[in-house]
């Protein structure tokens, strides 16, 4: 039987009461004068009054309770054939001798600290040396361009950065530097230093006065005895920002608190993922996403588990067996990844031979997120695993599930296409446009009732109105999750698409507003849109629709060549941007509104109706037509 109905009741009844119980689990320096403060920040705050440190209860604590030799952290890293690992004593020092670092140049409490760093265990090192001093970091995805990397400086405005001398992607070395280098002389703020961890594949070129080695300055802390002690911080001060896409080019600098987070993360621990301290936990994503930051650092290892960090592929590293290897080699117990990961194994393997060579005994669960988990990949996964597979809902903004199937509850029944439940802090409603709440079992817009739980967002980076404008105006009294769906009577959540223009391509969130400006850029351009249409493997990929100027001559071909190198330059090759079609005209309302649902039904082959405010219906066949032409419908 699971304990679930009976939680979530608790919640229901007493909020206050149930945050605070599962506080008990953080060490605090001094205890919250208030669990929920409703008065504070822009819908209340969580653990008003408290003093905490995370770098402390993830690391420090478990020494002083006696886990300093057990593993923290495993890295694994088949792209350059190494692992390594730390106890949590030795990641203990690393982490306080790499804050004495960063004290040395200058970073004191609140000042902000970019990491534009590779899937390397310096990554989990600077995050934590950043908690230590309360320093606010903020970490890069290395897929993203200079000019995404820039507008992040100009935004946190960071002190310091730390990045490396390069990434390695299958078949190709990342060149960080030059990518670092670039942003910042496109940016408007200038870090004082930057911090470089230089990589035998590719070292980089230093600029004399701002760069630091990374290895030379922490060789030079340790002899000289430097440890930065945990600095004693409010509960609600930000841990961290994390930006993500929003509807325009300009991403939303999601702030995380220290308290509020602590106490979610190390709840989900046990509640959802059903693990306990000293066993291996895997979340095999990017610590550039909020995956990577709550269930590669913060959580694991708040938990007092060992954390695995991959440098590597679920395929061509060096094959569909890679992840299969990973968990026997470390005795990984709970796997957390993207179903698009899933996906690429199953188009290698289809047999799921590989598995076979590997002894998976300690394997106990499966938990995907980051994307509709299709049922055929669940499926899948389930027949040839043999373990339950869990699919859990939740954003950049949550840090943790909204819905889940809490297995260390007692676990509930799996529905394919349904990530389950509400977890407790998550009141769940479903409203149609003008806010009215939908019977049962039909779609509308998922809201959730505030206040947010902890570890949810206090607001965006020193932007309290975008915050209210992007996620409570248009629901009042709600949060606004922009994903669509609904709730079957066993109150089994469905979420089915977003109601904005993001789209998620291989578990990445892109926005296509962001692209559209991008490409709005080019001269030949004058006007397109960006829609998302439906692939096998990432789940959705960009296809870019441009109209030229009137009087451009110019190769087709070239132009359209040129717009896809033009959002690889300016975005990145995370977008998977590779699809430029030019047509005659983009199909508009009569008050001049694209259509790029219907433009999006039409490349996905789905029913579509013409719409009644369409400005001239002929447009949709000359797009059909480019469609068939290129291959992208039949
Ligand atoms: N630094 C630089 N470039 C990167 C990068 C990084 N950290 N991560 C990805 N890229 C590049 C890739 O090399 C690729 O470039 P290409 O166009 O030259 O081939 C491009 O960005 C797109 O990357 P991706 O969408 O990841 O596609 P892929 O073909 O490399 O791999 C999968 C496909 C499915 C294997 C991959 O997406 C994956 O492992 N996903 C796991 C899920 C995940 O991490 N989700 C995050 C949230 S949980
Ligand atoms: P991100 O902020 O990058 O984690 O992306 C969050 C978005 O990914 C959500 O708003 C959803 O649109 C989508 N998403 C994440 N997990 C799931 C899931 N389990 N099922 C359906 N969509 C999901």
């Known amino acids: 039987m699971s304990r679930y109905a009976e939680v979530y009741k608790g919640w229901r009844a007493d909020p206050e009461g149930f945050w605070g119980k599962a506080a ?31 770098a402390y209860n993830c690391l420090d604590r478990h020494v002083a309770g006696g886990r300093a030799d057990q593993l923290a952290l495993i890295y694994d890293s088949p792209v350059t054939d190494q692992v390594k690992t730390y106890t949590y004593a030795e990641l203990t020092e690393e982490v306080a001798v790499f804050a004495a670092v960063l004290h040395d140049l200058g970073v004191v409490r609140g000042e902000r600290v970019i990491i534009y760093l590779p899937m390397i265990p310096e990554a ?63 940016s408007s703020a200038k870090p004082a230093n930057c911090v470089i961890y230089q990589r035998p594949m590719q070292e980089a070129a230093m600029v004399e006065g701002r760069d630091v080695d990374w290895r030379a300055a922490v060789e030079a802390a340790r002899k000289a005895g430097q440890r930065a002690d945990c600095a004693v911080l409010e509960a609600t001060d930000p841990l961290y920002i994390l930006y993500t896409s929003g509807t325009t080019g300009e991403p939303k600098g999601v702030v995380r608190d220290n308290g ?143 819905a889940a199937n809490p297995v260390g509850l007692g676990r509930l029944p799996v529905v394919h296409g349904s990530p389950a439940v509400a977890m407790p802090g998550y009141e769940i409603h479903v409203l149609d446009d003008a806010g009215h709440e939908v019977p049962v079992g039909q779609t509308g817009a998922i809201v959730i009732k505030l206040p947010l739980p902890p570890g949810c967002l206090p607001t965006l980076w020193q932007k309290d109105e975008r915050f209210k404008e992007s ?17 079957d009577k066993n109150g089994y959540i469905y979420v089915m698409s977003r ?119 002929v447009v949709l066949d000359e797009i059909t037509d480019v469609l068939k032409a290129r291959g992208i419908i039949g």
């Open 24 to 54: 008990k689990e953080i060490d605090w320096y001094k205890p919250w004068d208030k669990v929920f403060d409703e008065n504070a920040g822009v819908y209340g705050r969580w653990f008003t009054g408290a003093q905490c440190n995370t």
């Open 124 to 186: 989990a090192i600077a995050m934590l040396a950043c908690a230590r001093i309360g320093a606010v970091h903020s970490v890069v995805f290395g897929g993203f361009a200079a000019n995404e990397l820039a507008t992040r400086i100009d935004d946190a405005q960071p002190k310091v950065i730390v990045s490396a001398s390069c990434g390695i992607e299958p078949g190709r070395i990342v060149k960080y530097k030059p990518l670092l280098d670039e942003a910042i002389e496109l």
């Open 260 to 402: 509020g987070h602590m106490v979610a993360l190390k709840w989900t621990m046990k509640a959802i993922y059903d693990t306990e301290p000293g066993q291996v936990y895997w979340a095999a994503s990017d610590v550039g996403w909020v995956v990577g930051h709550s269930y590669i650092v913060y959580g694991p290892l708040l938990q007092g588990c060992t954390t695995v960090l991959y440098e590597g592929k679920p395929v061509g590293t060096p094959d569909a067996g890679a992840f299969w290897r990973v968990i026997a080699d470390h005795k990984v117990e709970t796997l957390f990844t993207a179903p698009t990961a899933f996906r690429a194994i199953k188009k290698e393997d289809p047999e799921g031979k590989l598995i076979g060579d590997y002894d998976l005994s300690h394997f106990r669960t499966l938990y995907l997120a980051g994307e509709r988990a299709d049922p055929d990949t669940l499926q899948w996964a389930e027949d040839k695993l043999g373990v339950p597979v869990i699919d859990h809902w939740w954003q950049t903004e949550t840090a943790w599930a909204i």
């Open 471 to 487: 996620y409570l105006s248009e629901f009042p009294g709600f949060y606004e999750t922009s994903d669509a769906g609904f709730v």
């Open 499 to 617: 109601t904005d223009d993001i789209i998620n391509v291989a578990g990445h969130r892109l926005s296509t507003g962001g692209m559209e400006e991008v490409l709005a850029a080019h001269p030949d351009v004058a006007e397109c849109a960006v829609i998302g249409i439906a692939d096998k493997l990432k789940g959705q990929l960009p296809v870019g629709l441009l109209v030229l100027n009137a009087g451009v001559e110019r190769d087709p071909a070239a132009i359209e060549k040129e717009a896809v190198l033009l959002v690889r330059e300016k975005i990145g090759p995370v977008a998977a941007f590779k699809l430029a079609f030019i047509i005659k005209r983009l199909p508009k309302t009569r008050s001049g509104k694209v259509l790029r649902g219907t433009m999006r039904k039409i490349a996905d082959g789905e029913d579509w109706k013409l719409p009644a405010t369409i400005d001239d219906p």
